[in-house]
Structure formats: C-alpha cells, structure tokens
C-alpha cells in the first residue's frame, strides 16, 4: 500500500502538461487536446466594462468567431457580470489568470427557458450558467474563476414543493414541460456549466464556485475531458461536483473538489422518464483526482434509469470525505450499475467506506424504501452488479461496507481484494446480496460484528480481523443466507 497516491500527488495543484495515455479494462478512445482557430476575441477590445453587465458581449463574440470557424473568445483579468452564455462550436472560453465571471441571479438573464435534464428528467428550464446544444468542439479554460448566480430569484424561486419526477408531468412532451419563472412560479436551479447532446466538450483548469446546483455535468455527450478544475461548494445542497449524466468517452483527471453534495458522480436519467430516453453513462475514466468534503467521494446514481457501465477509478485520494465508493438508486429508478472497477485508491474518511443504498427513503419513495414485501420485478427494478475493488487503503472510516440491497434485485457479484482498513468504528453489515468475494484482506474495527440478512454465497480468504475480543460475531437473519465461508483467518467466530 505505500506504492498508493498521497495527496500531494493528485488534483488540480497536479496537473501535468499533456494527457497520458489510457489504460482501462475496457476500450476507451485516445483523449488528445482540442485544437482551435487562431482568431481571438478579447471582450474588453469588444467595449466590456467590468461594472456593467456583458452577456450580450460575449455571446455575439462566441457567435461570432463561431460563424468564421471558431478560435478563443478571451475573459481578462477583472471582475466581469454576465447572465447564460451559450457556446458555440470551435469556440474556447478562455479566462484569465485573474478573470472572474460572476453570474446573474435575475429569471431574465436566463430566457427563454432550454432543454435541459434536471435530476434525470427533461425540462425546459433555465439550463446552465454556461450552456451549449448540439454543438462540436467546446471548450471552457484557463486560470479563472467562475461564480454561480448571486442572490435573487434564481436562487428563491427553485422548486421546493415535491420530488422531481413527481412534480414533472412526464405525460406531456418535453417542449410542454416549461419553467421559466414567470408570476412567481417555481424554476429548476441552473447548473453551473452544462453542455448538452455535445460532442469532444474540454474543461480545463478553471476554479468554481458559489454554485447554486450542480457544477459541471455534461448531459447526452461523446468525447468529454476535464481536468484540472477546481471546485468549491461546501455549504451548498445539491452542490454536486462533477456530474457525468448518460455520456460516454469520459476522462476527469487531476482535479480537486471540495463539495456541498457528492463530489465526483455518474447518472444516467431517472424512472420512467430516463427509461424512455434510455442513454447510459459508460466508458468513464476517472484518476489521479482529490475529493475533500463531499457527502461521497465517488458516487453512482441515484439515478441509474439509464445504466452505468464501463467506469475506471483509480490512483485517487479522498482526503475528509463522507463515504468513500458510493452506490444509490431506489426501486423505481430503473437501470443499475455494471462493470465498474475501482483501484489504487487512498481514503480518509469520516463515513462509510464502501456503501450501498439500493432501497432510499421514504421522503422519496414512500413505502417503497421498506425491504418487505419483496416486489415484482419490472421495467423500473433497478439492479448493480460486477463490480471490482482492489489495492484500497481505508486510514479511517466510521465504517468498513454496509450494503443494503434489494429484496427482489440483491446486489450481484462484488469482488474485493487487497483491502486494508487501519480504522474503522463499526464493521459488516449486508442485506440482501449474492456472490461476494473477499480476498487479503486486514481490517482494524471497534466492532466486532458482522451482519448477514438474505446474503448468499459470500466467502473470506486470507482475512484479518483486528477487532474487539478478538472473535468475530456473526448474525445470520433472512431464510436466504445460505454458504457463507471464512478460509485463512486470523481468529474465531461464533454465530451471535
């Protein structure tokens, strides 16, 4: 384990020059870096004053270097207040070393609404502070800051009354679906930078902060590389880091996030809604990356309508994180999680190291949250499976796992190896789940007991168990748990 990534050798303090290539249990493209026109605009040549409002400044500099092939549209150092930017292809936002966009908080600095997808439904609603729409070859960099929508209605007007797809009427058309504020009426926050149905979109290097909802979230793109970001939204609900939403060919390298929710997340649409769209997340790469606070470092779901396939984390650090490898859906969210794979991984935490939530909660989901009775399976049971862990150094968790799956869809086949935990508070908990693996093993916990309800096949090889009493309690419940094998321990253990 010395051989793991420190915190003085990942995120954005990091980042290197050129991209490496990539080496995943699956195929991924060769990521290189965008190539743009030589034609530049700076905005302040353009007559932008950094009290005035600039939003038509900018964009007709975006679209107009768009129409003669692209180039960088530049942002000075300076203090610079502008509403929604809409890239356009070939075109770089580039902000200076120094140079910081503040956002608008006014409903009209971000009309007419835009298709967007909030929390894995489709609206027409604000978007992004920096939006794009079908559009190739984006780019946002440099050395600046961007700052979310200040106080205003864009902050107090955001829907409060109900769950989202609950207060969507996903009967209706999406271009029916419109919230644009006006007579008070309720709006979804904007995100912070969000291009949708883009193809090869670059992040590089910026710093945000003061978001009102989530930072970064590509929705419906092919070919996405951040690195280098830095974000900030402790204090923030929902300030969700970097959010990969039902896109493919993704790379988030070098980056730090230090956020209000979880910090660096794959979603893929939600319920019925995200079924009928039915676009995944795959093919996801994410390493040598920081998360700092967050409610979970790296986190699936909770909306998976989608499916989530094909991700690779490693050489990360999670440095005062909640839960370290987070997994959420809930039984009408639909889809799942498969072949993920998490490696060289070095945690600090003050939550649950690897956690499951498949069944949510009530605020949600009602009685759906309550593992009995078992449902029938359809359309909308979401399922993880094949998910591999190995060479992880937990330093400090309150937990070691807690997987709590589905009665009607246990989590399936979870490999886990060379894991070491040098502290932990509590020890083993795992509801409903079939054919897990854990092999070299060596885990230091207060607790003692382990948790087995409906869990079947599951085996420990070459496990060591620094615990309290030096004898391990084990608690069988659930007609289903069946074949549970310990070879190569350290110590006893008696059924409790």
């Not at 502008?82 to 966009?101: C, F, M, P, V």
């Not at 069944?359 to 998910?387: H, S």
Request: aromatic content about 8%; some cysteine.
């Amino acid at each position: 384990m010395d051989s793991l990534p420190t915190i003085d050798e990942v995120g954005a303090a990091n980042l290197p020059d050129t991209i490496a290539a990539i080496e995943a249990p699956f195929e991924m493209p060769k990521f290189q870096k965008p190539v743009f026109a030589d034609h530049t605009i700076n905005i302040q040549e353009k007559g932008a004053k950094q009290k005035e409002k600039i939003t038509e400044i900018i964009q007709k500099s975006i679209d107009d270097l768009s129409a003669i092939g692209g180039g960088k549209v530049i942002i000075p150092k300076g203090k610079w207040k502008t509403g929604r930017i809409s890239l356009k292809s070939n075109i770089n936002l580039h902000l200076e070393d120094g140079a910081e966009l503040y956002f608008s908080g006014q409903l009209e600095d971000y009309r007419p609404a835009v298709f967007t997808r909030h929390e894995g439904v489709e609206v027409m609603s604000l978007g992004a502070c920096i939006y794009a729409f079908n559009q190739e070859n984006i780019a946002v960099t440099g050395r600046g800051t961007i700052y979310g929508p200040e106080e205003g209605p864009v902050r107090s007007q955001m829907m409060t009354e109900n769950v989202t797809e609950k207060f969507v009427p996903i009967e209706k058309p999406v271009e029916d679906r419109i919230y644009e504020g006006y007579n008070n009426e309720p709006i979804f926050l904007p995100m912070l930078i969000s291009p949708t149905n883009c193809k090869n979109v670059y992040i590089e290097g910026i710093t945000l902060e003061r978001t009102a909802f989530w930072n970064i979230v590509p929705v419906y793109c092919d070919g996405v590389i951040i690195r280098g970001v830095t974000v900030n939204s402790v204090g923030i609900p929902r300030g969700d880091g970097i959010d990969i939403e039902s896109s493919r060919n993704v790379l988030i390298e070098y980056s730090t996030l230090n956020s209000g929710d979880d910090c660096f997340t794959m979603k893929a649409g939600r319920g019925e809604d995200g079924i009928r769209v039915d676009k995944p997340t795959e093919n996801v790469v994410v390493r040598y990356c920081l998360a700092k606070k967050g409610h979970g470092a790296i986190t699936i779901g909770s909306e998976t309508a989608g499916t989530i396939r094909n991700l690779y984390i490693h050489d990360c650090v999670f440095d005062n994180t909640g839960v370290g490898i987070r997994f959420k859906t809930r039984r009408p969210r639909g889809g799942g999680g498969e072949n993920l794979y998490y490696k060289r991984l070095r945690m600090n935490l003050h939550g649950t190291a690897f956690k499951w939530d498949m069944l949510g909660q009530p605020m949600y989901v009602g009685d759906m949250a309550k593992r009995k009775p078992v449902l029938e399976v359809n359309i909308l049971t979401p399922t993880f499976r094949d998910i591999f862990i190995e060479d992880i150094l937990v330093e400090k968790a309150k937990t070691f796992l807690k997987l709590y799956g589905i009665p009607e869809s246990p989590m399936t086949n979870l490999q886990m190896k060379n894991i070491e935990v040098k502290k932990s508070d509590e020890l083993f908990i795992v509801n409903d789940a079939d054919q897990l693996v854990f092999n070299n093993i060596n885990i230091t916990s207060k607790d003692s007991l382990m948790v087995f309800l409906d869990a079947r096949n599951i085996s420990f090889k070459d496990a060591i168990f620094n615990v309290s009493g030096d004898t391990l309690k084990i608690k069988r419940e659930g007609n289903l748990t069946e074949n549970i094998y310990f070879k190569n321990t350290n110590i006893p253990f008696v059924h409790n």
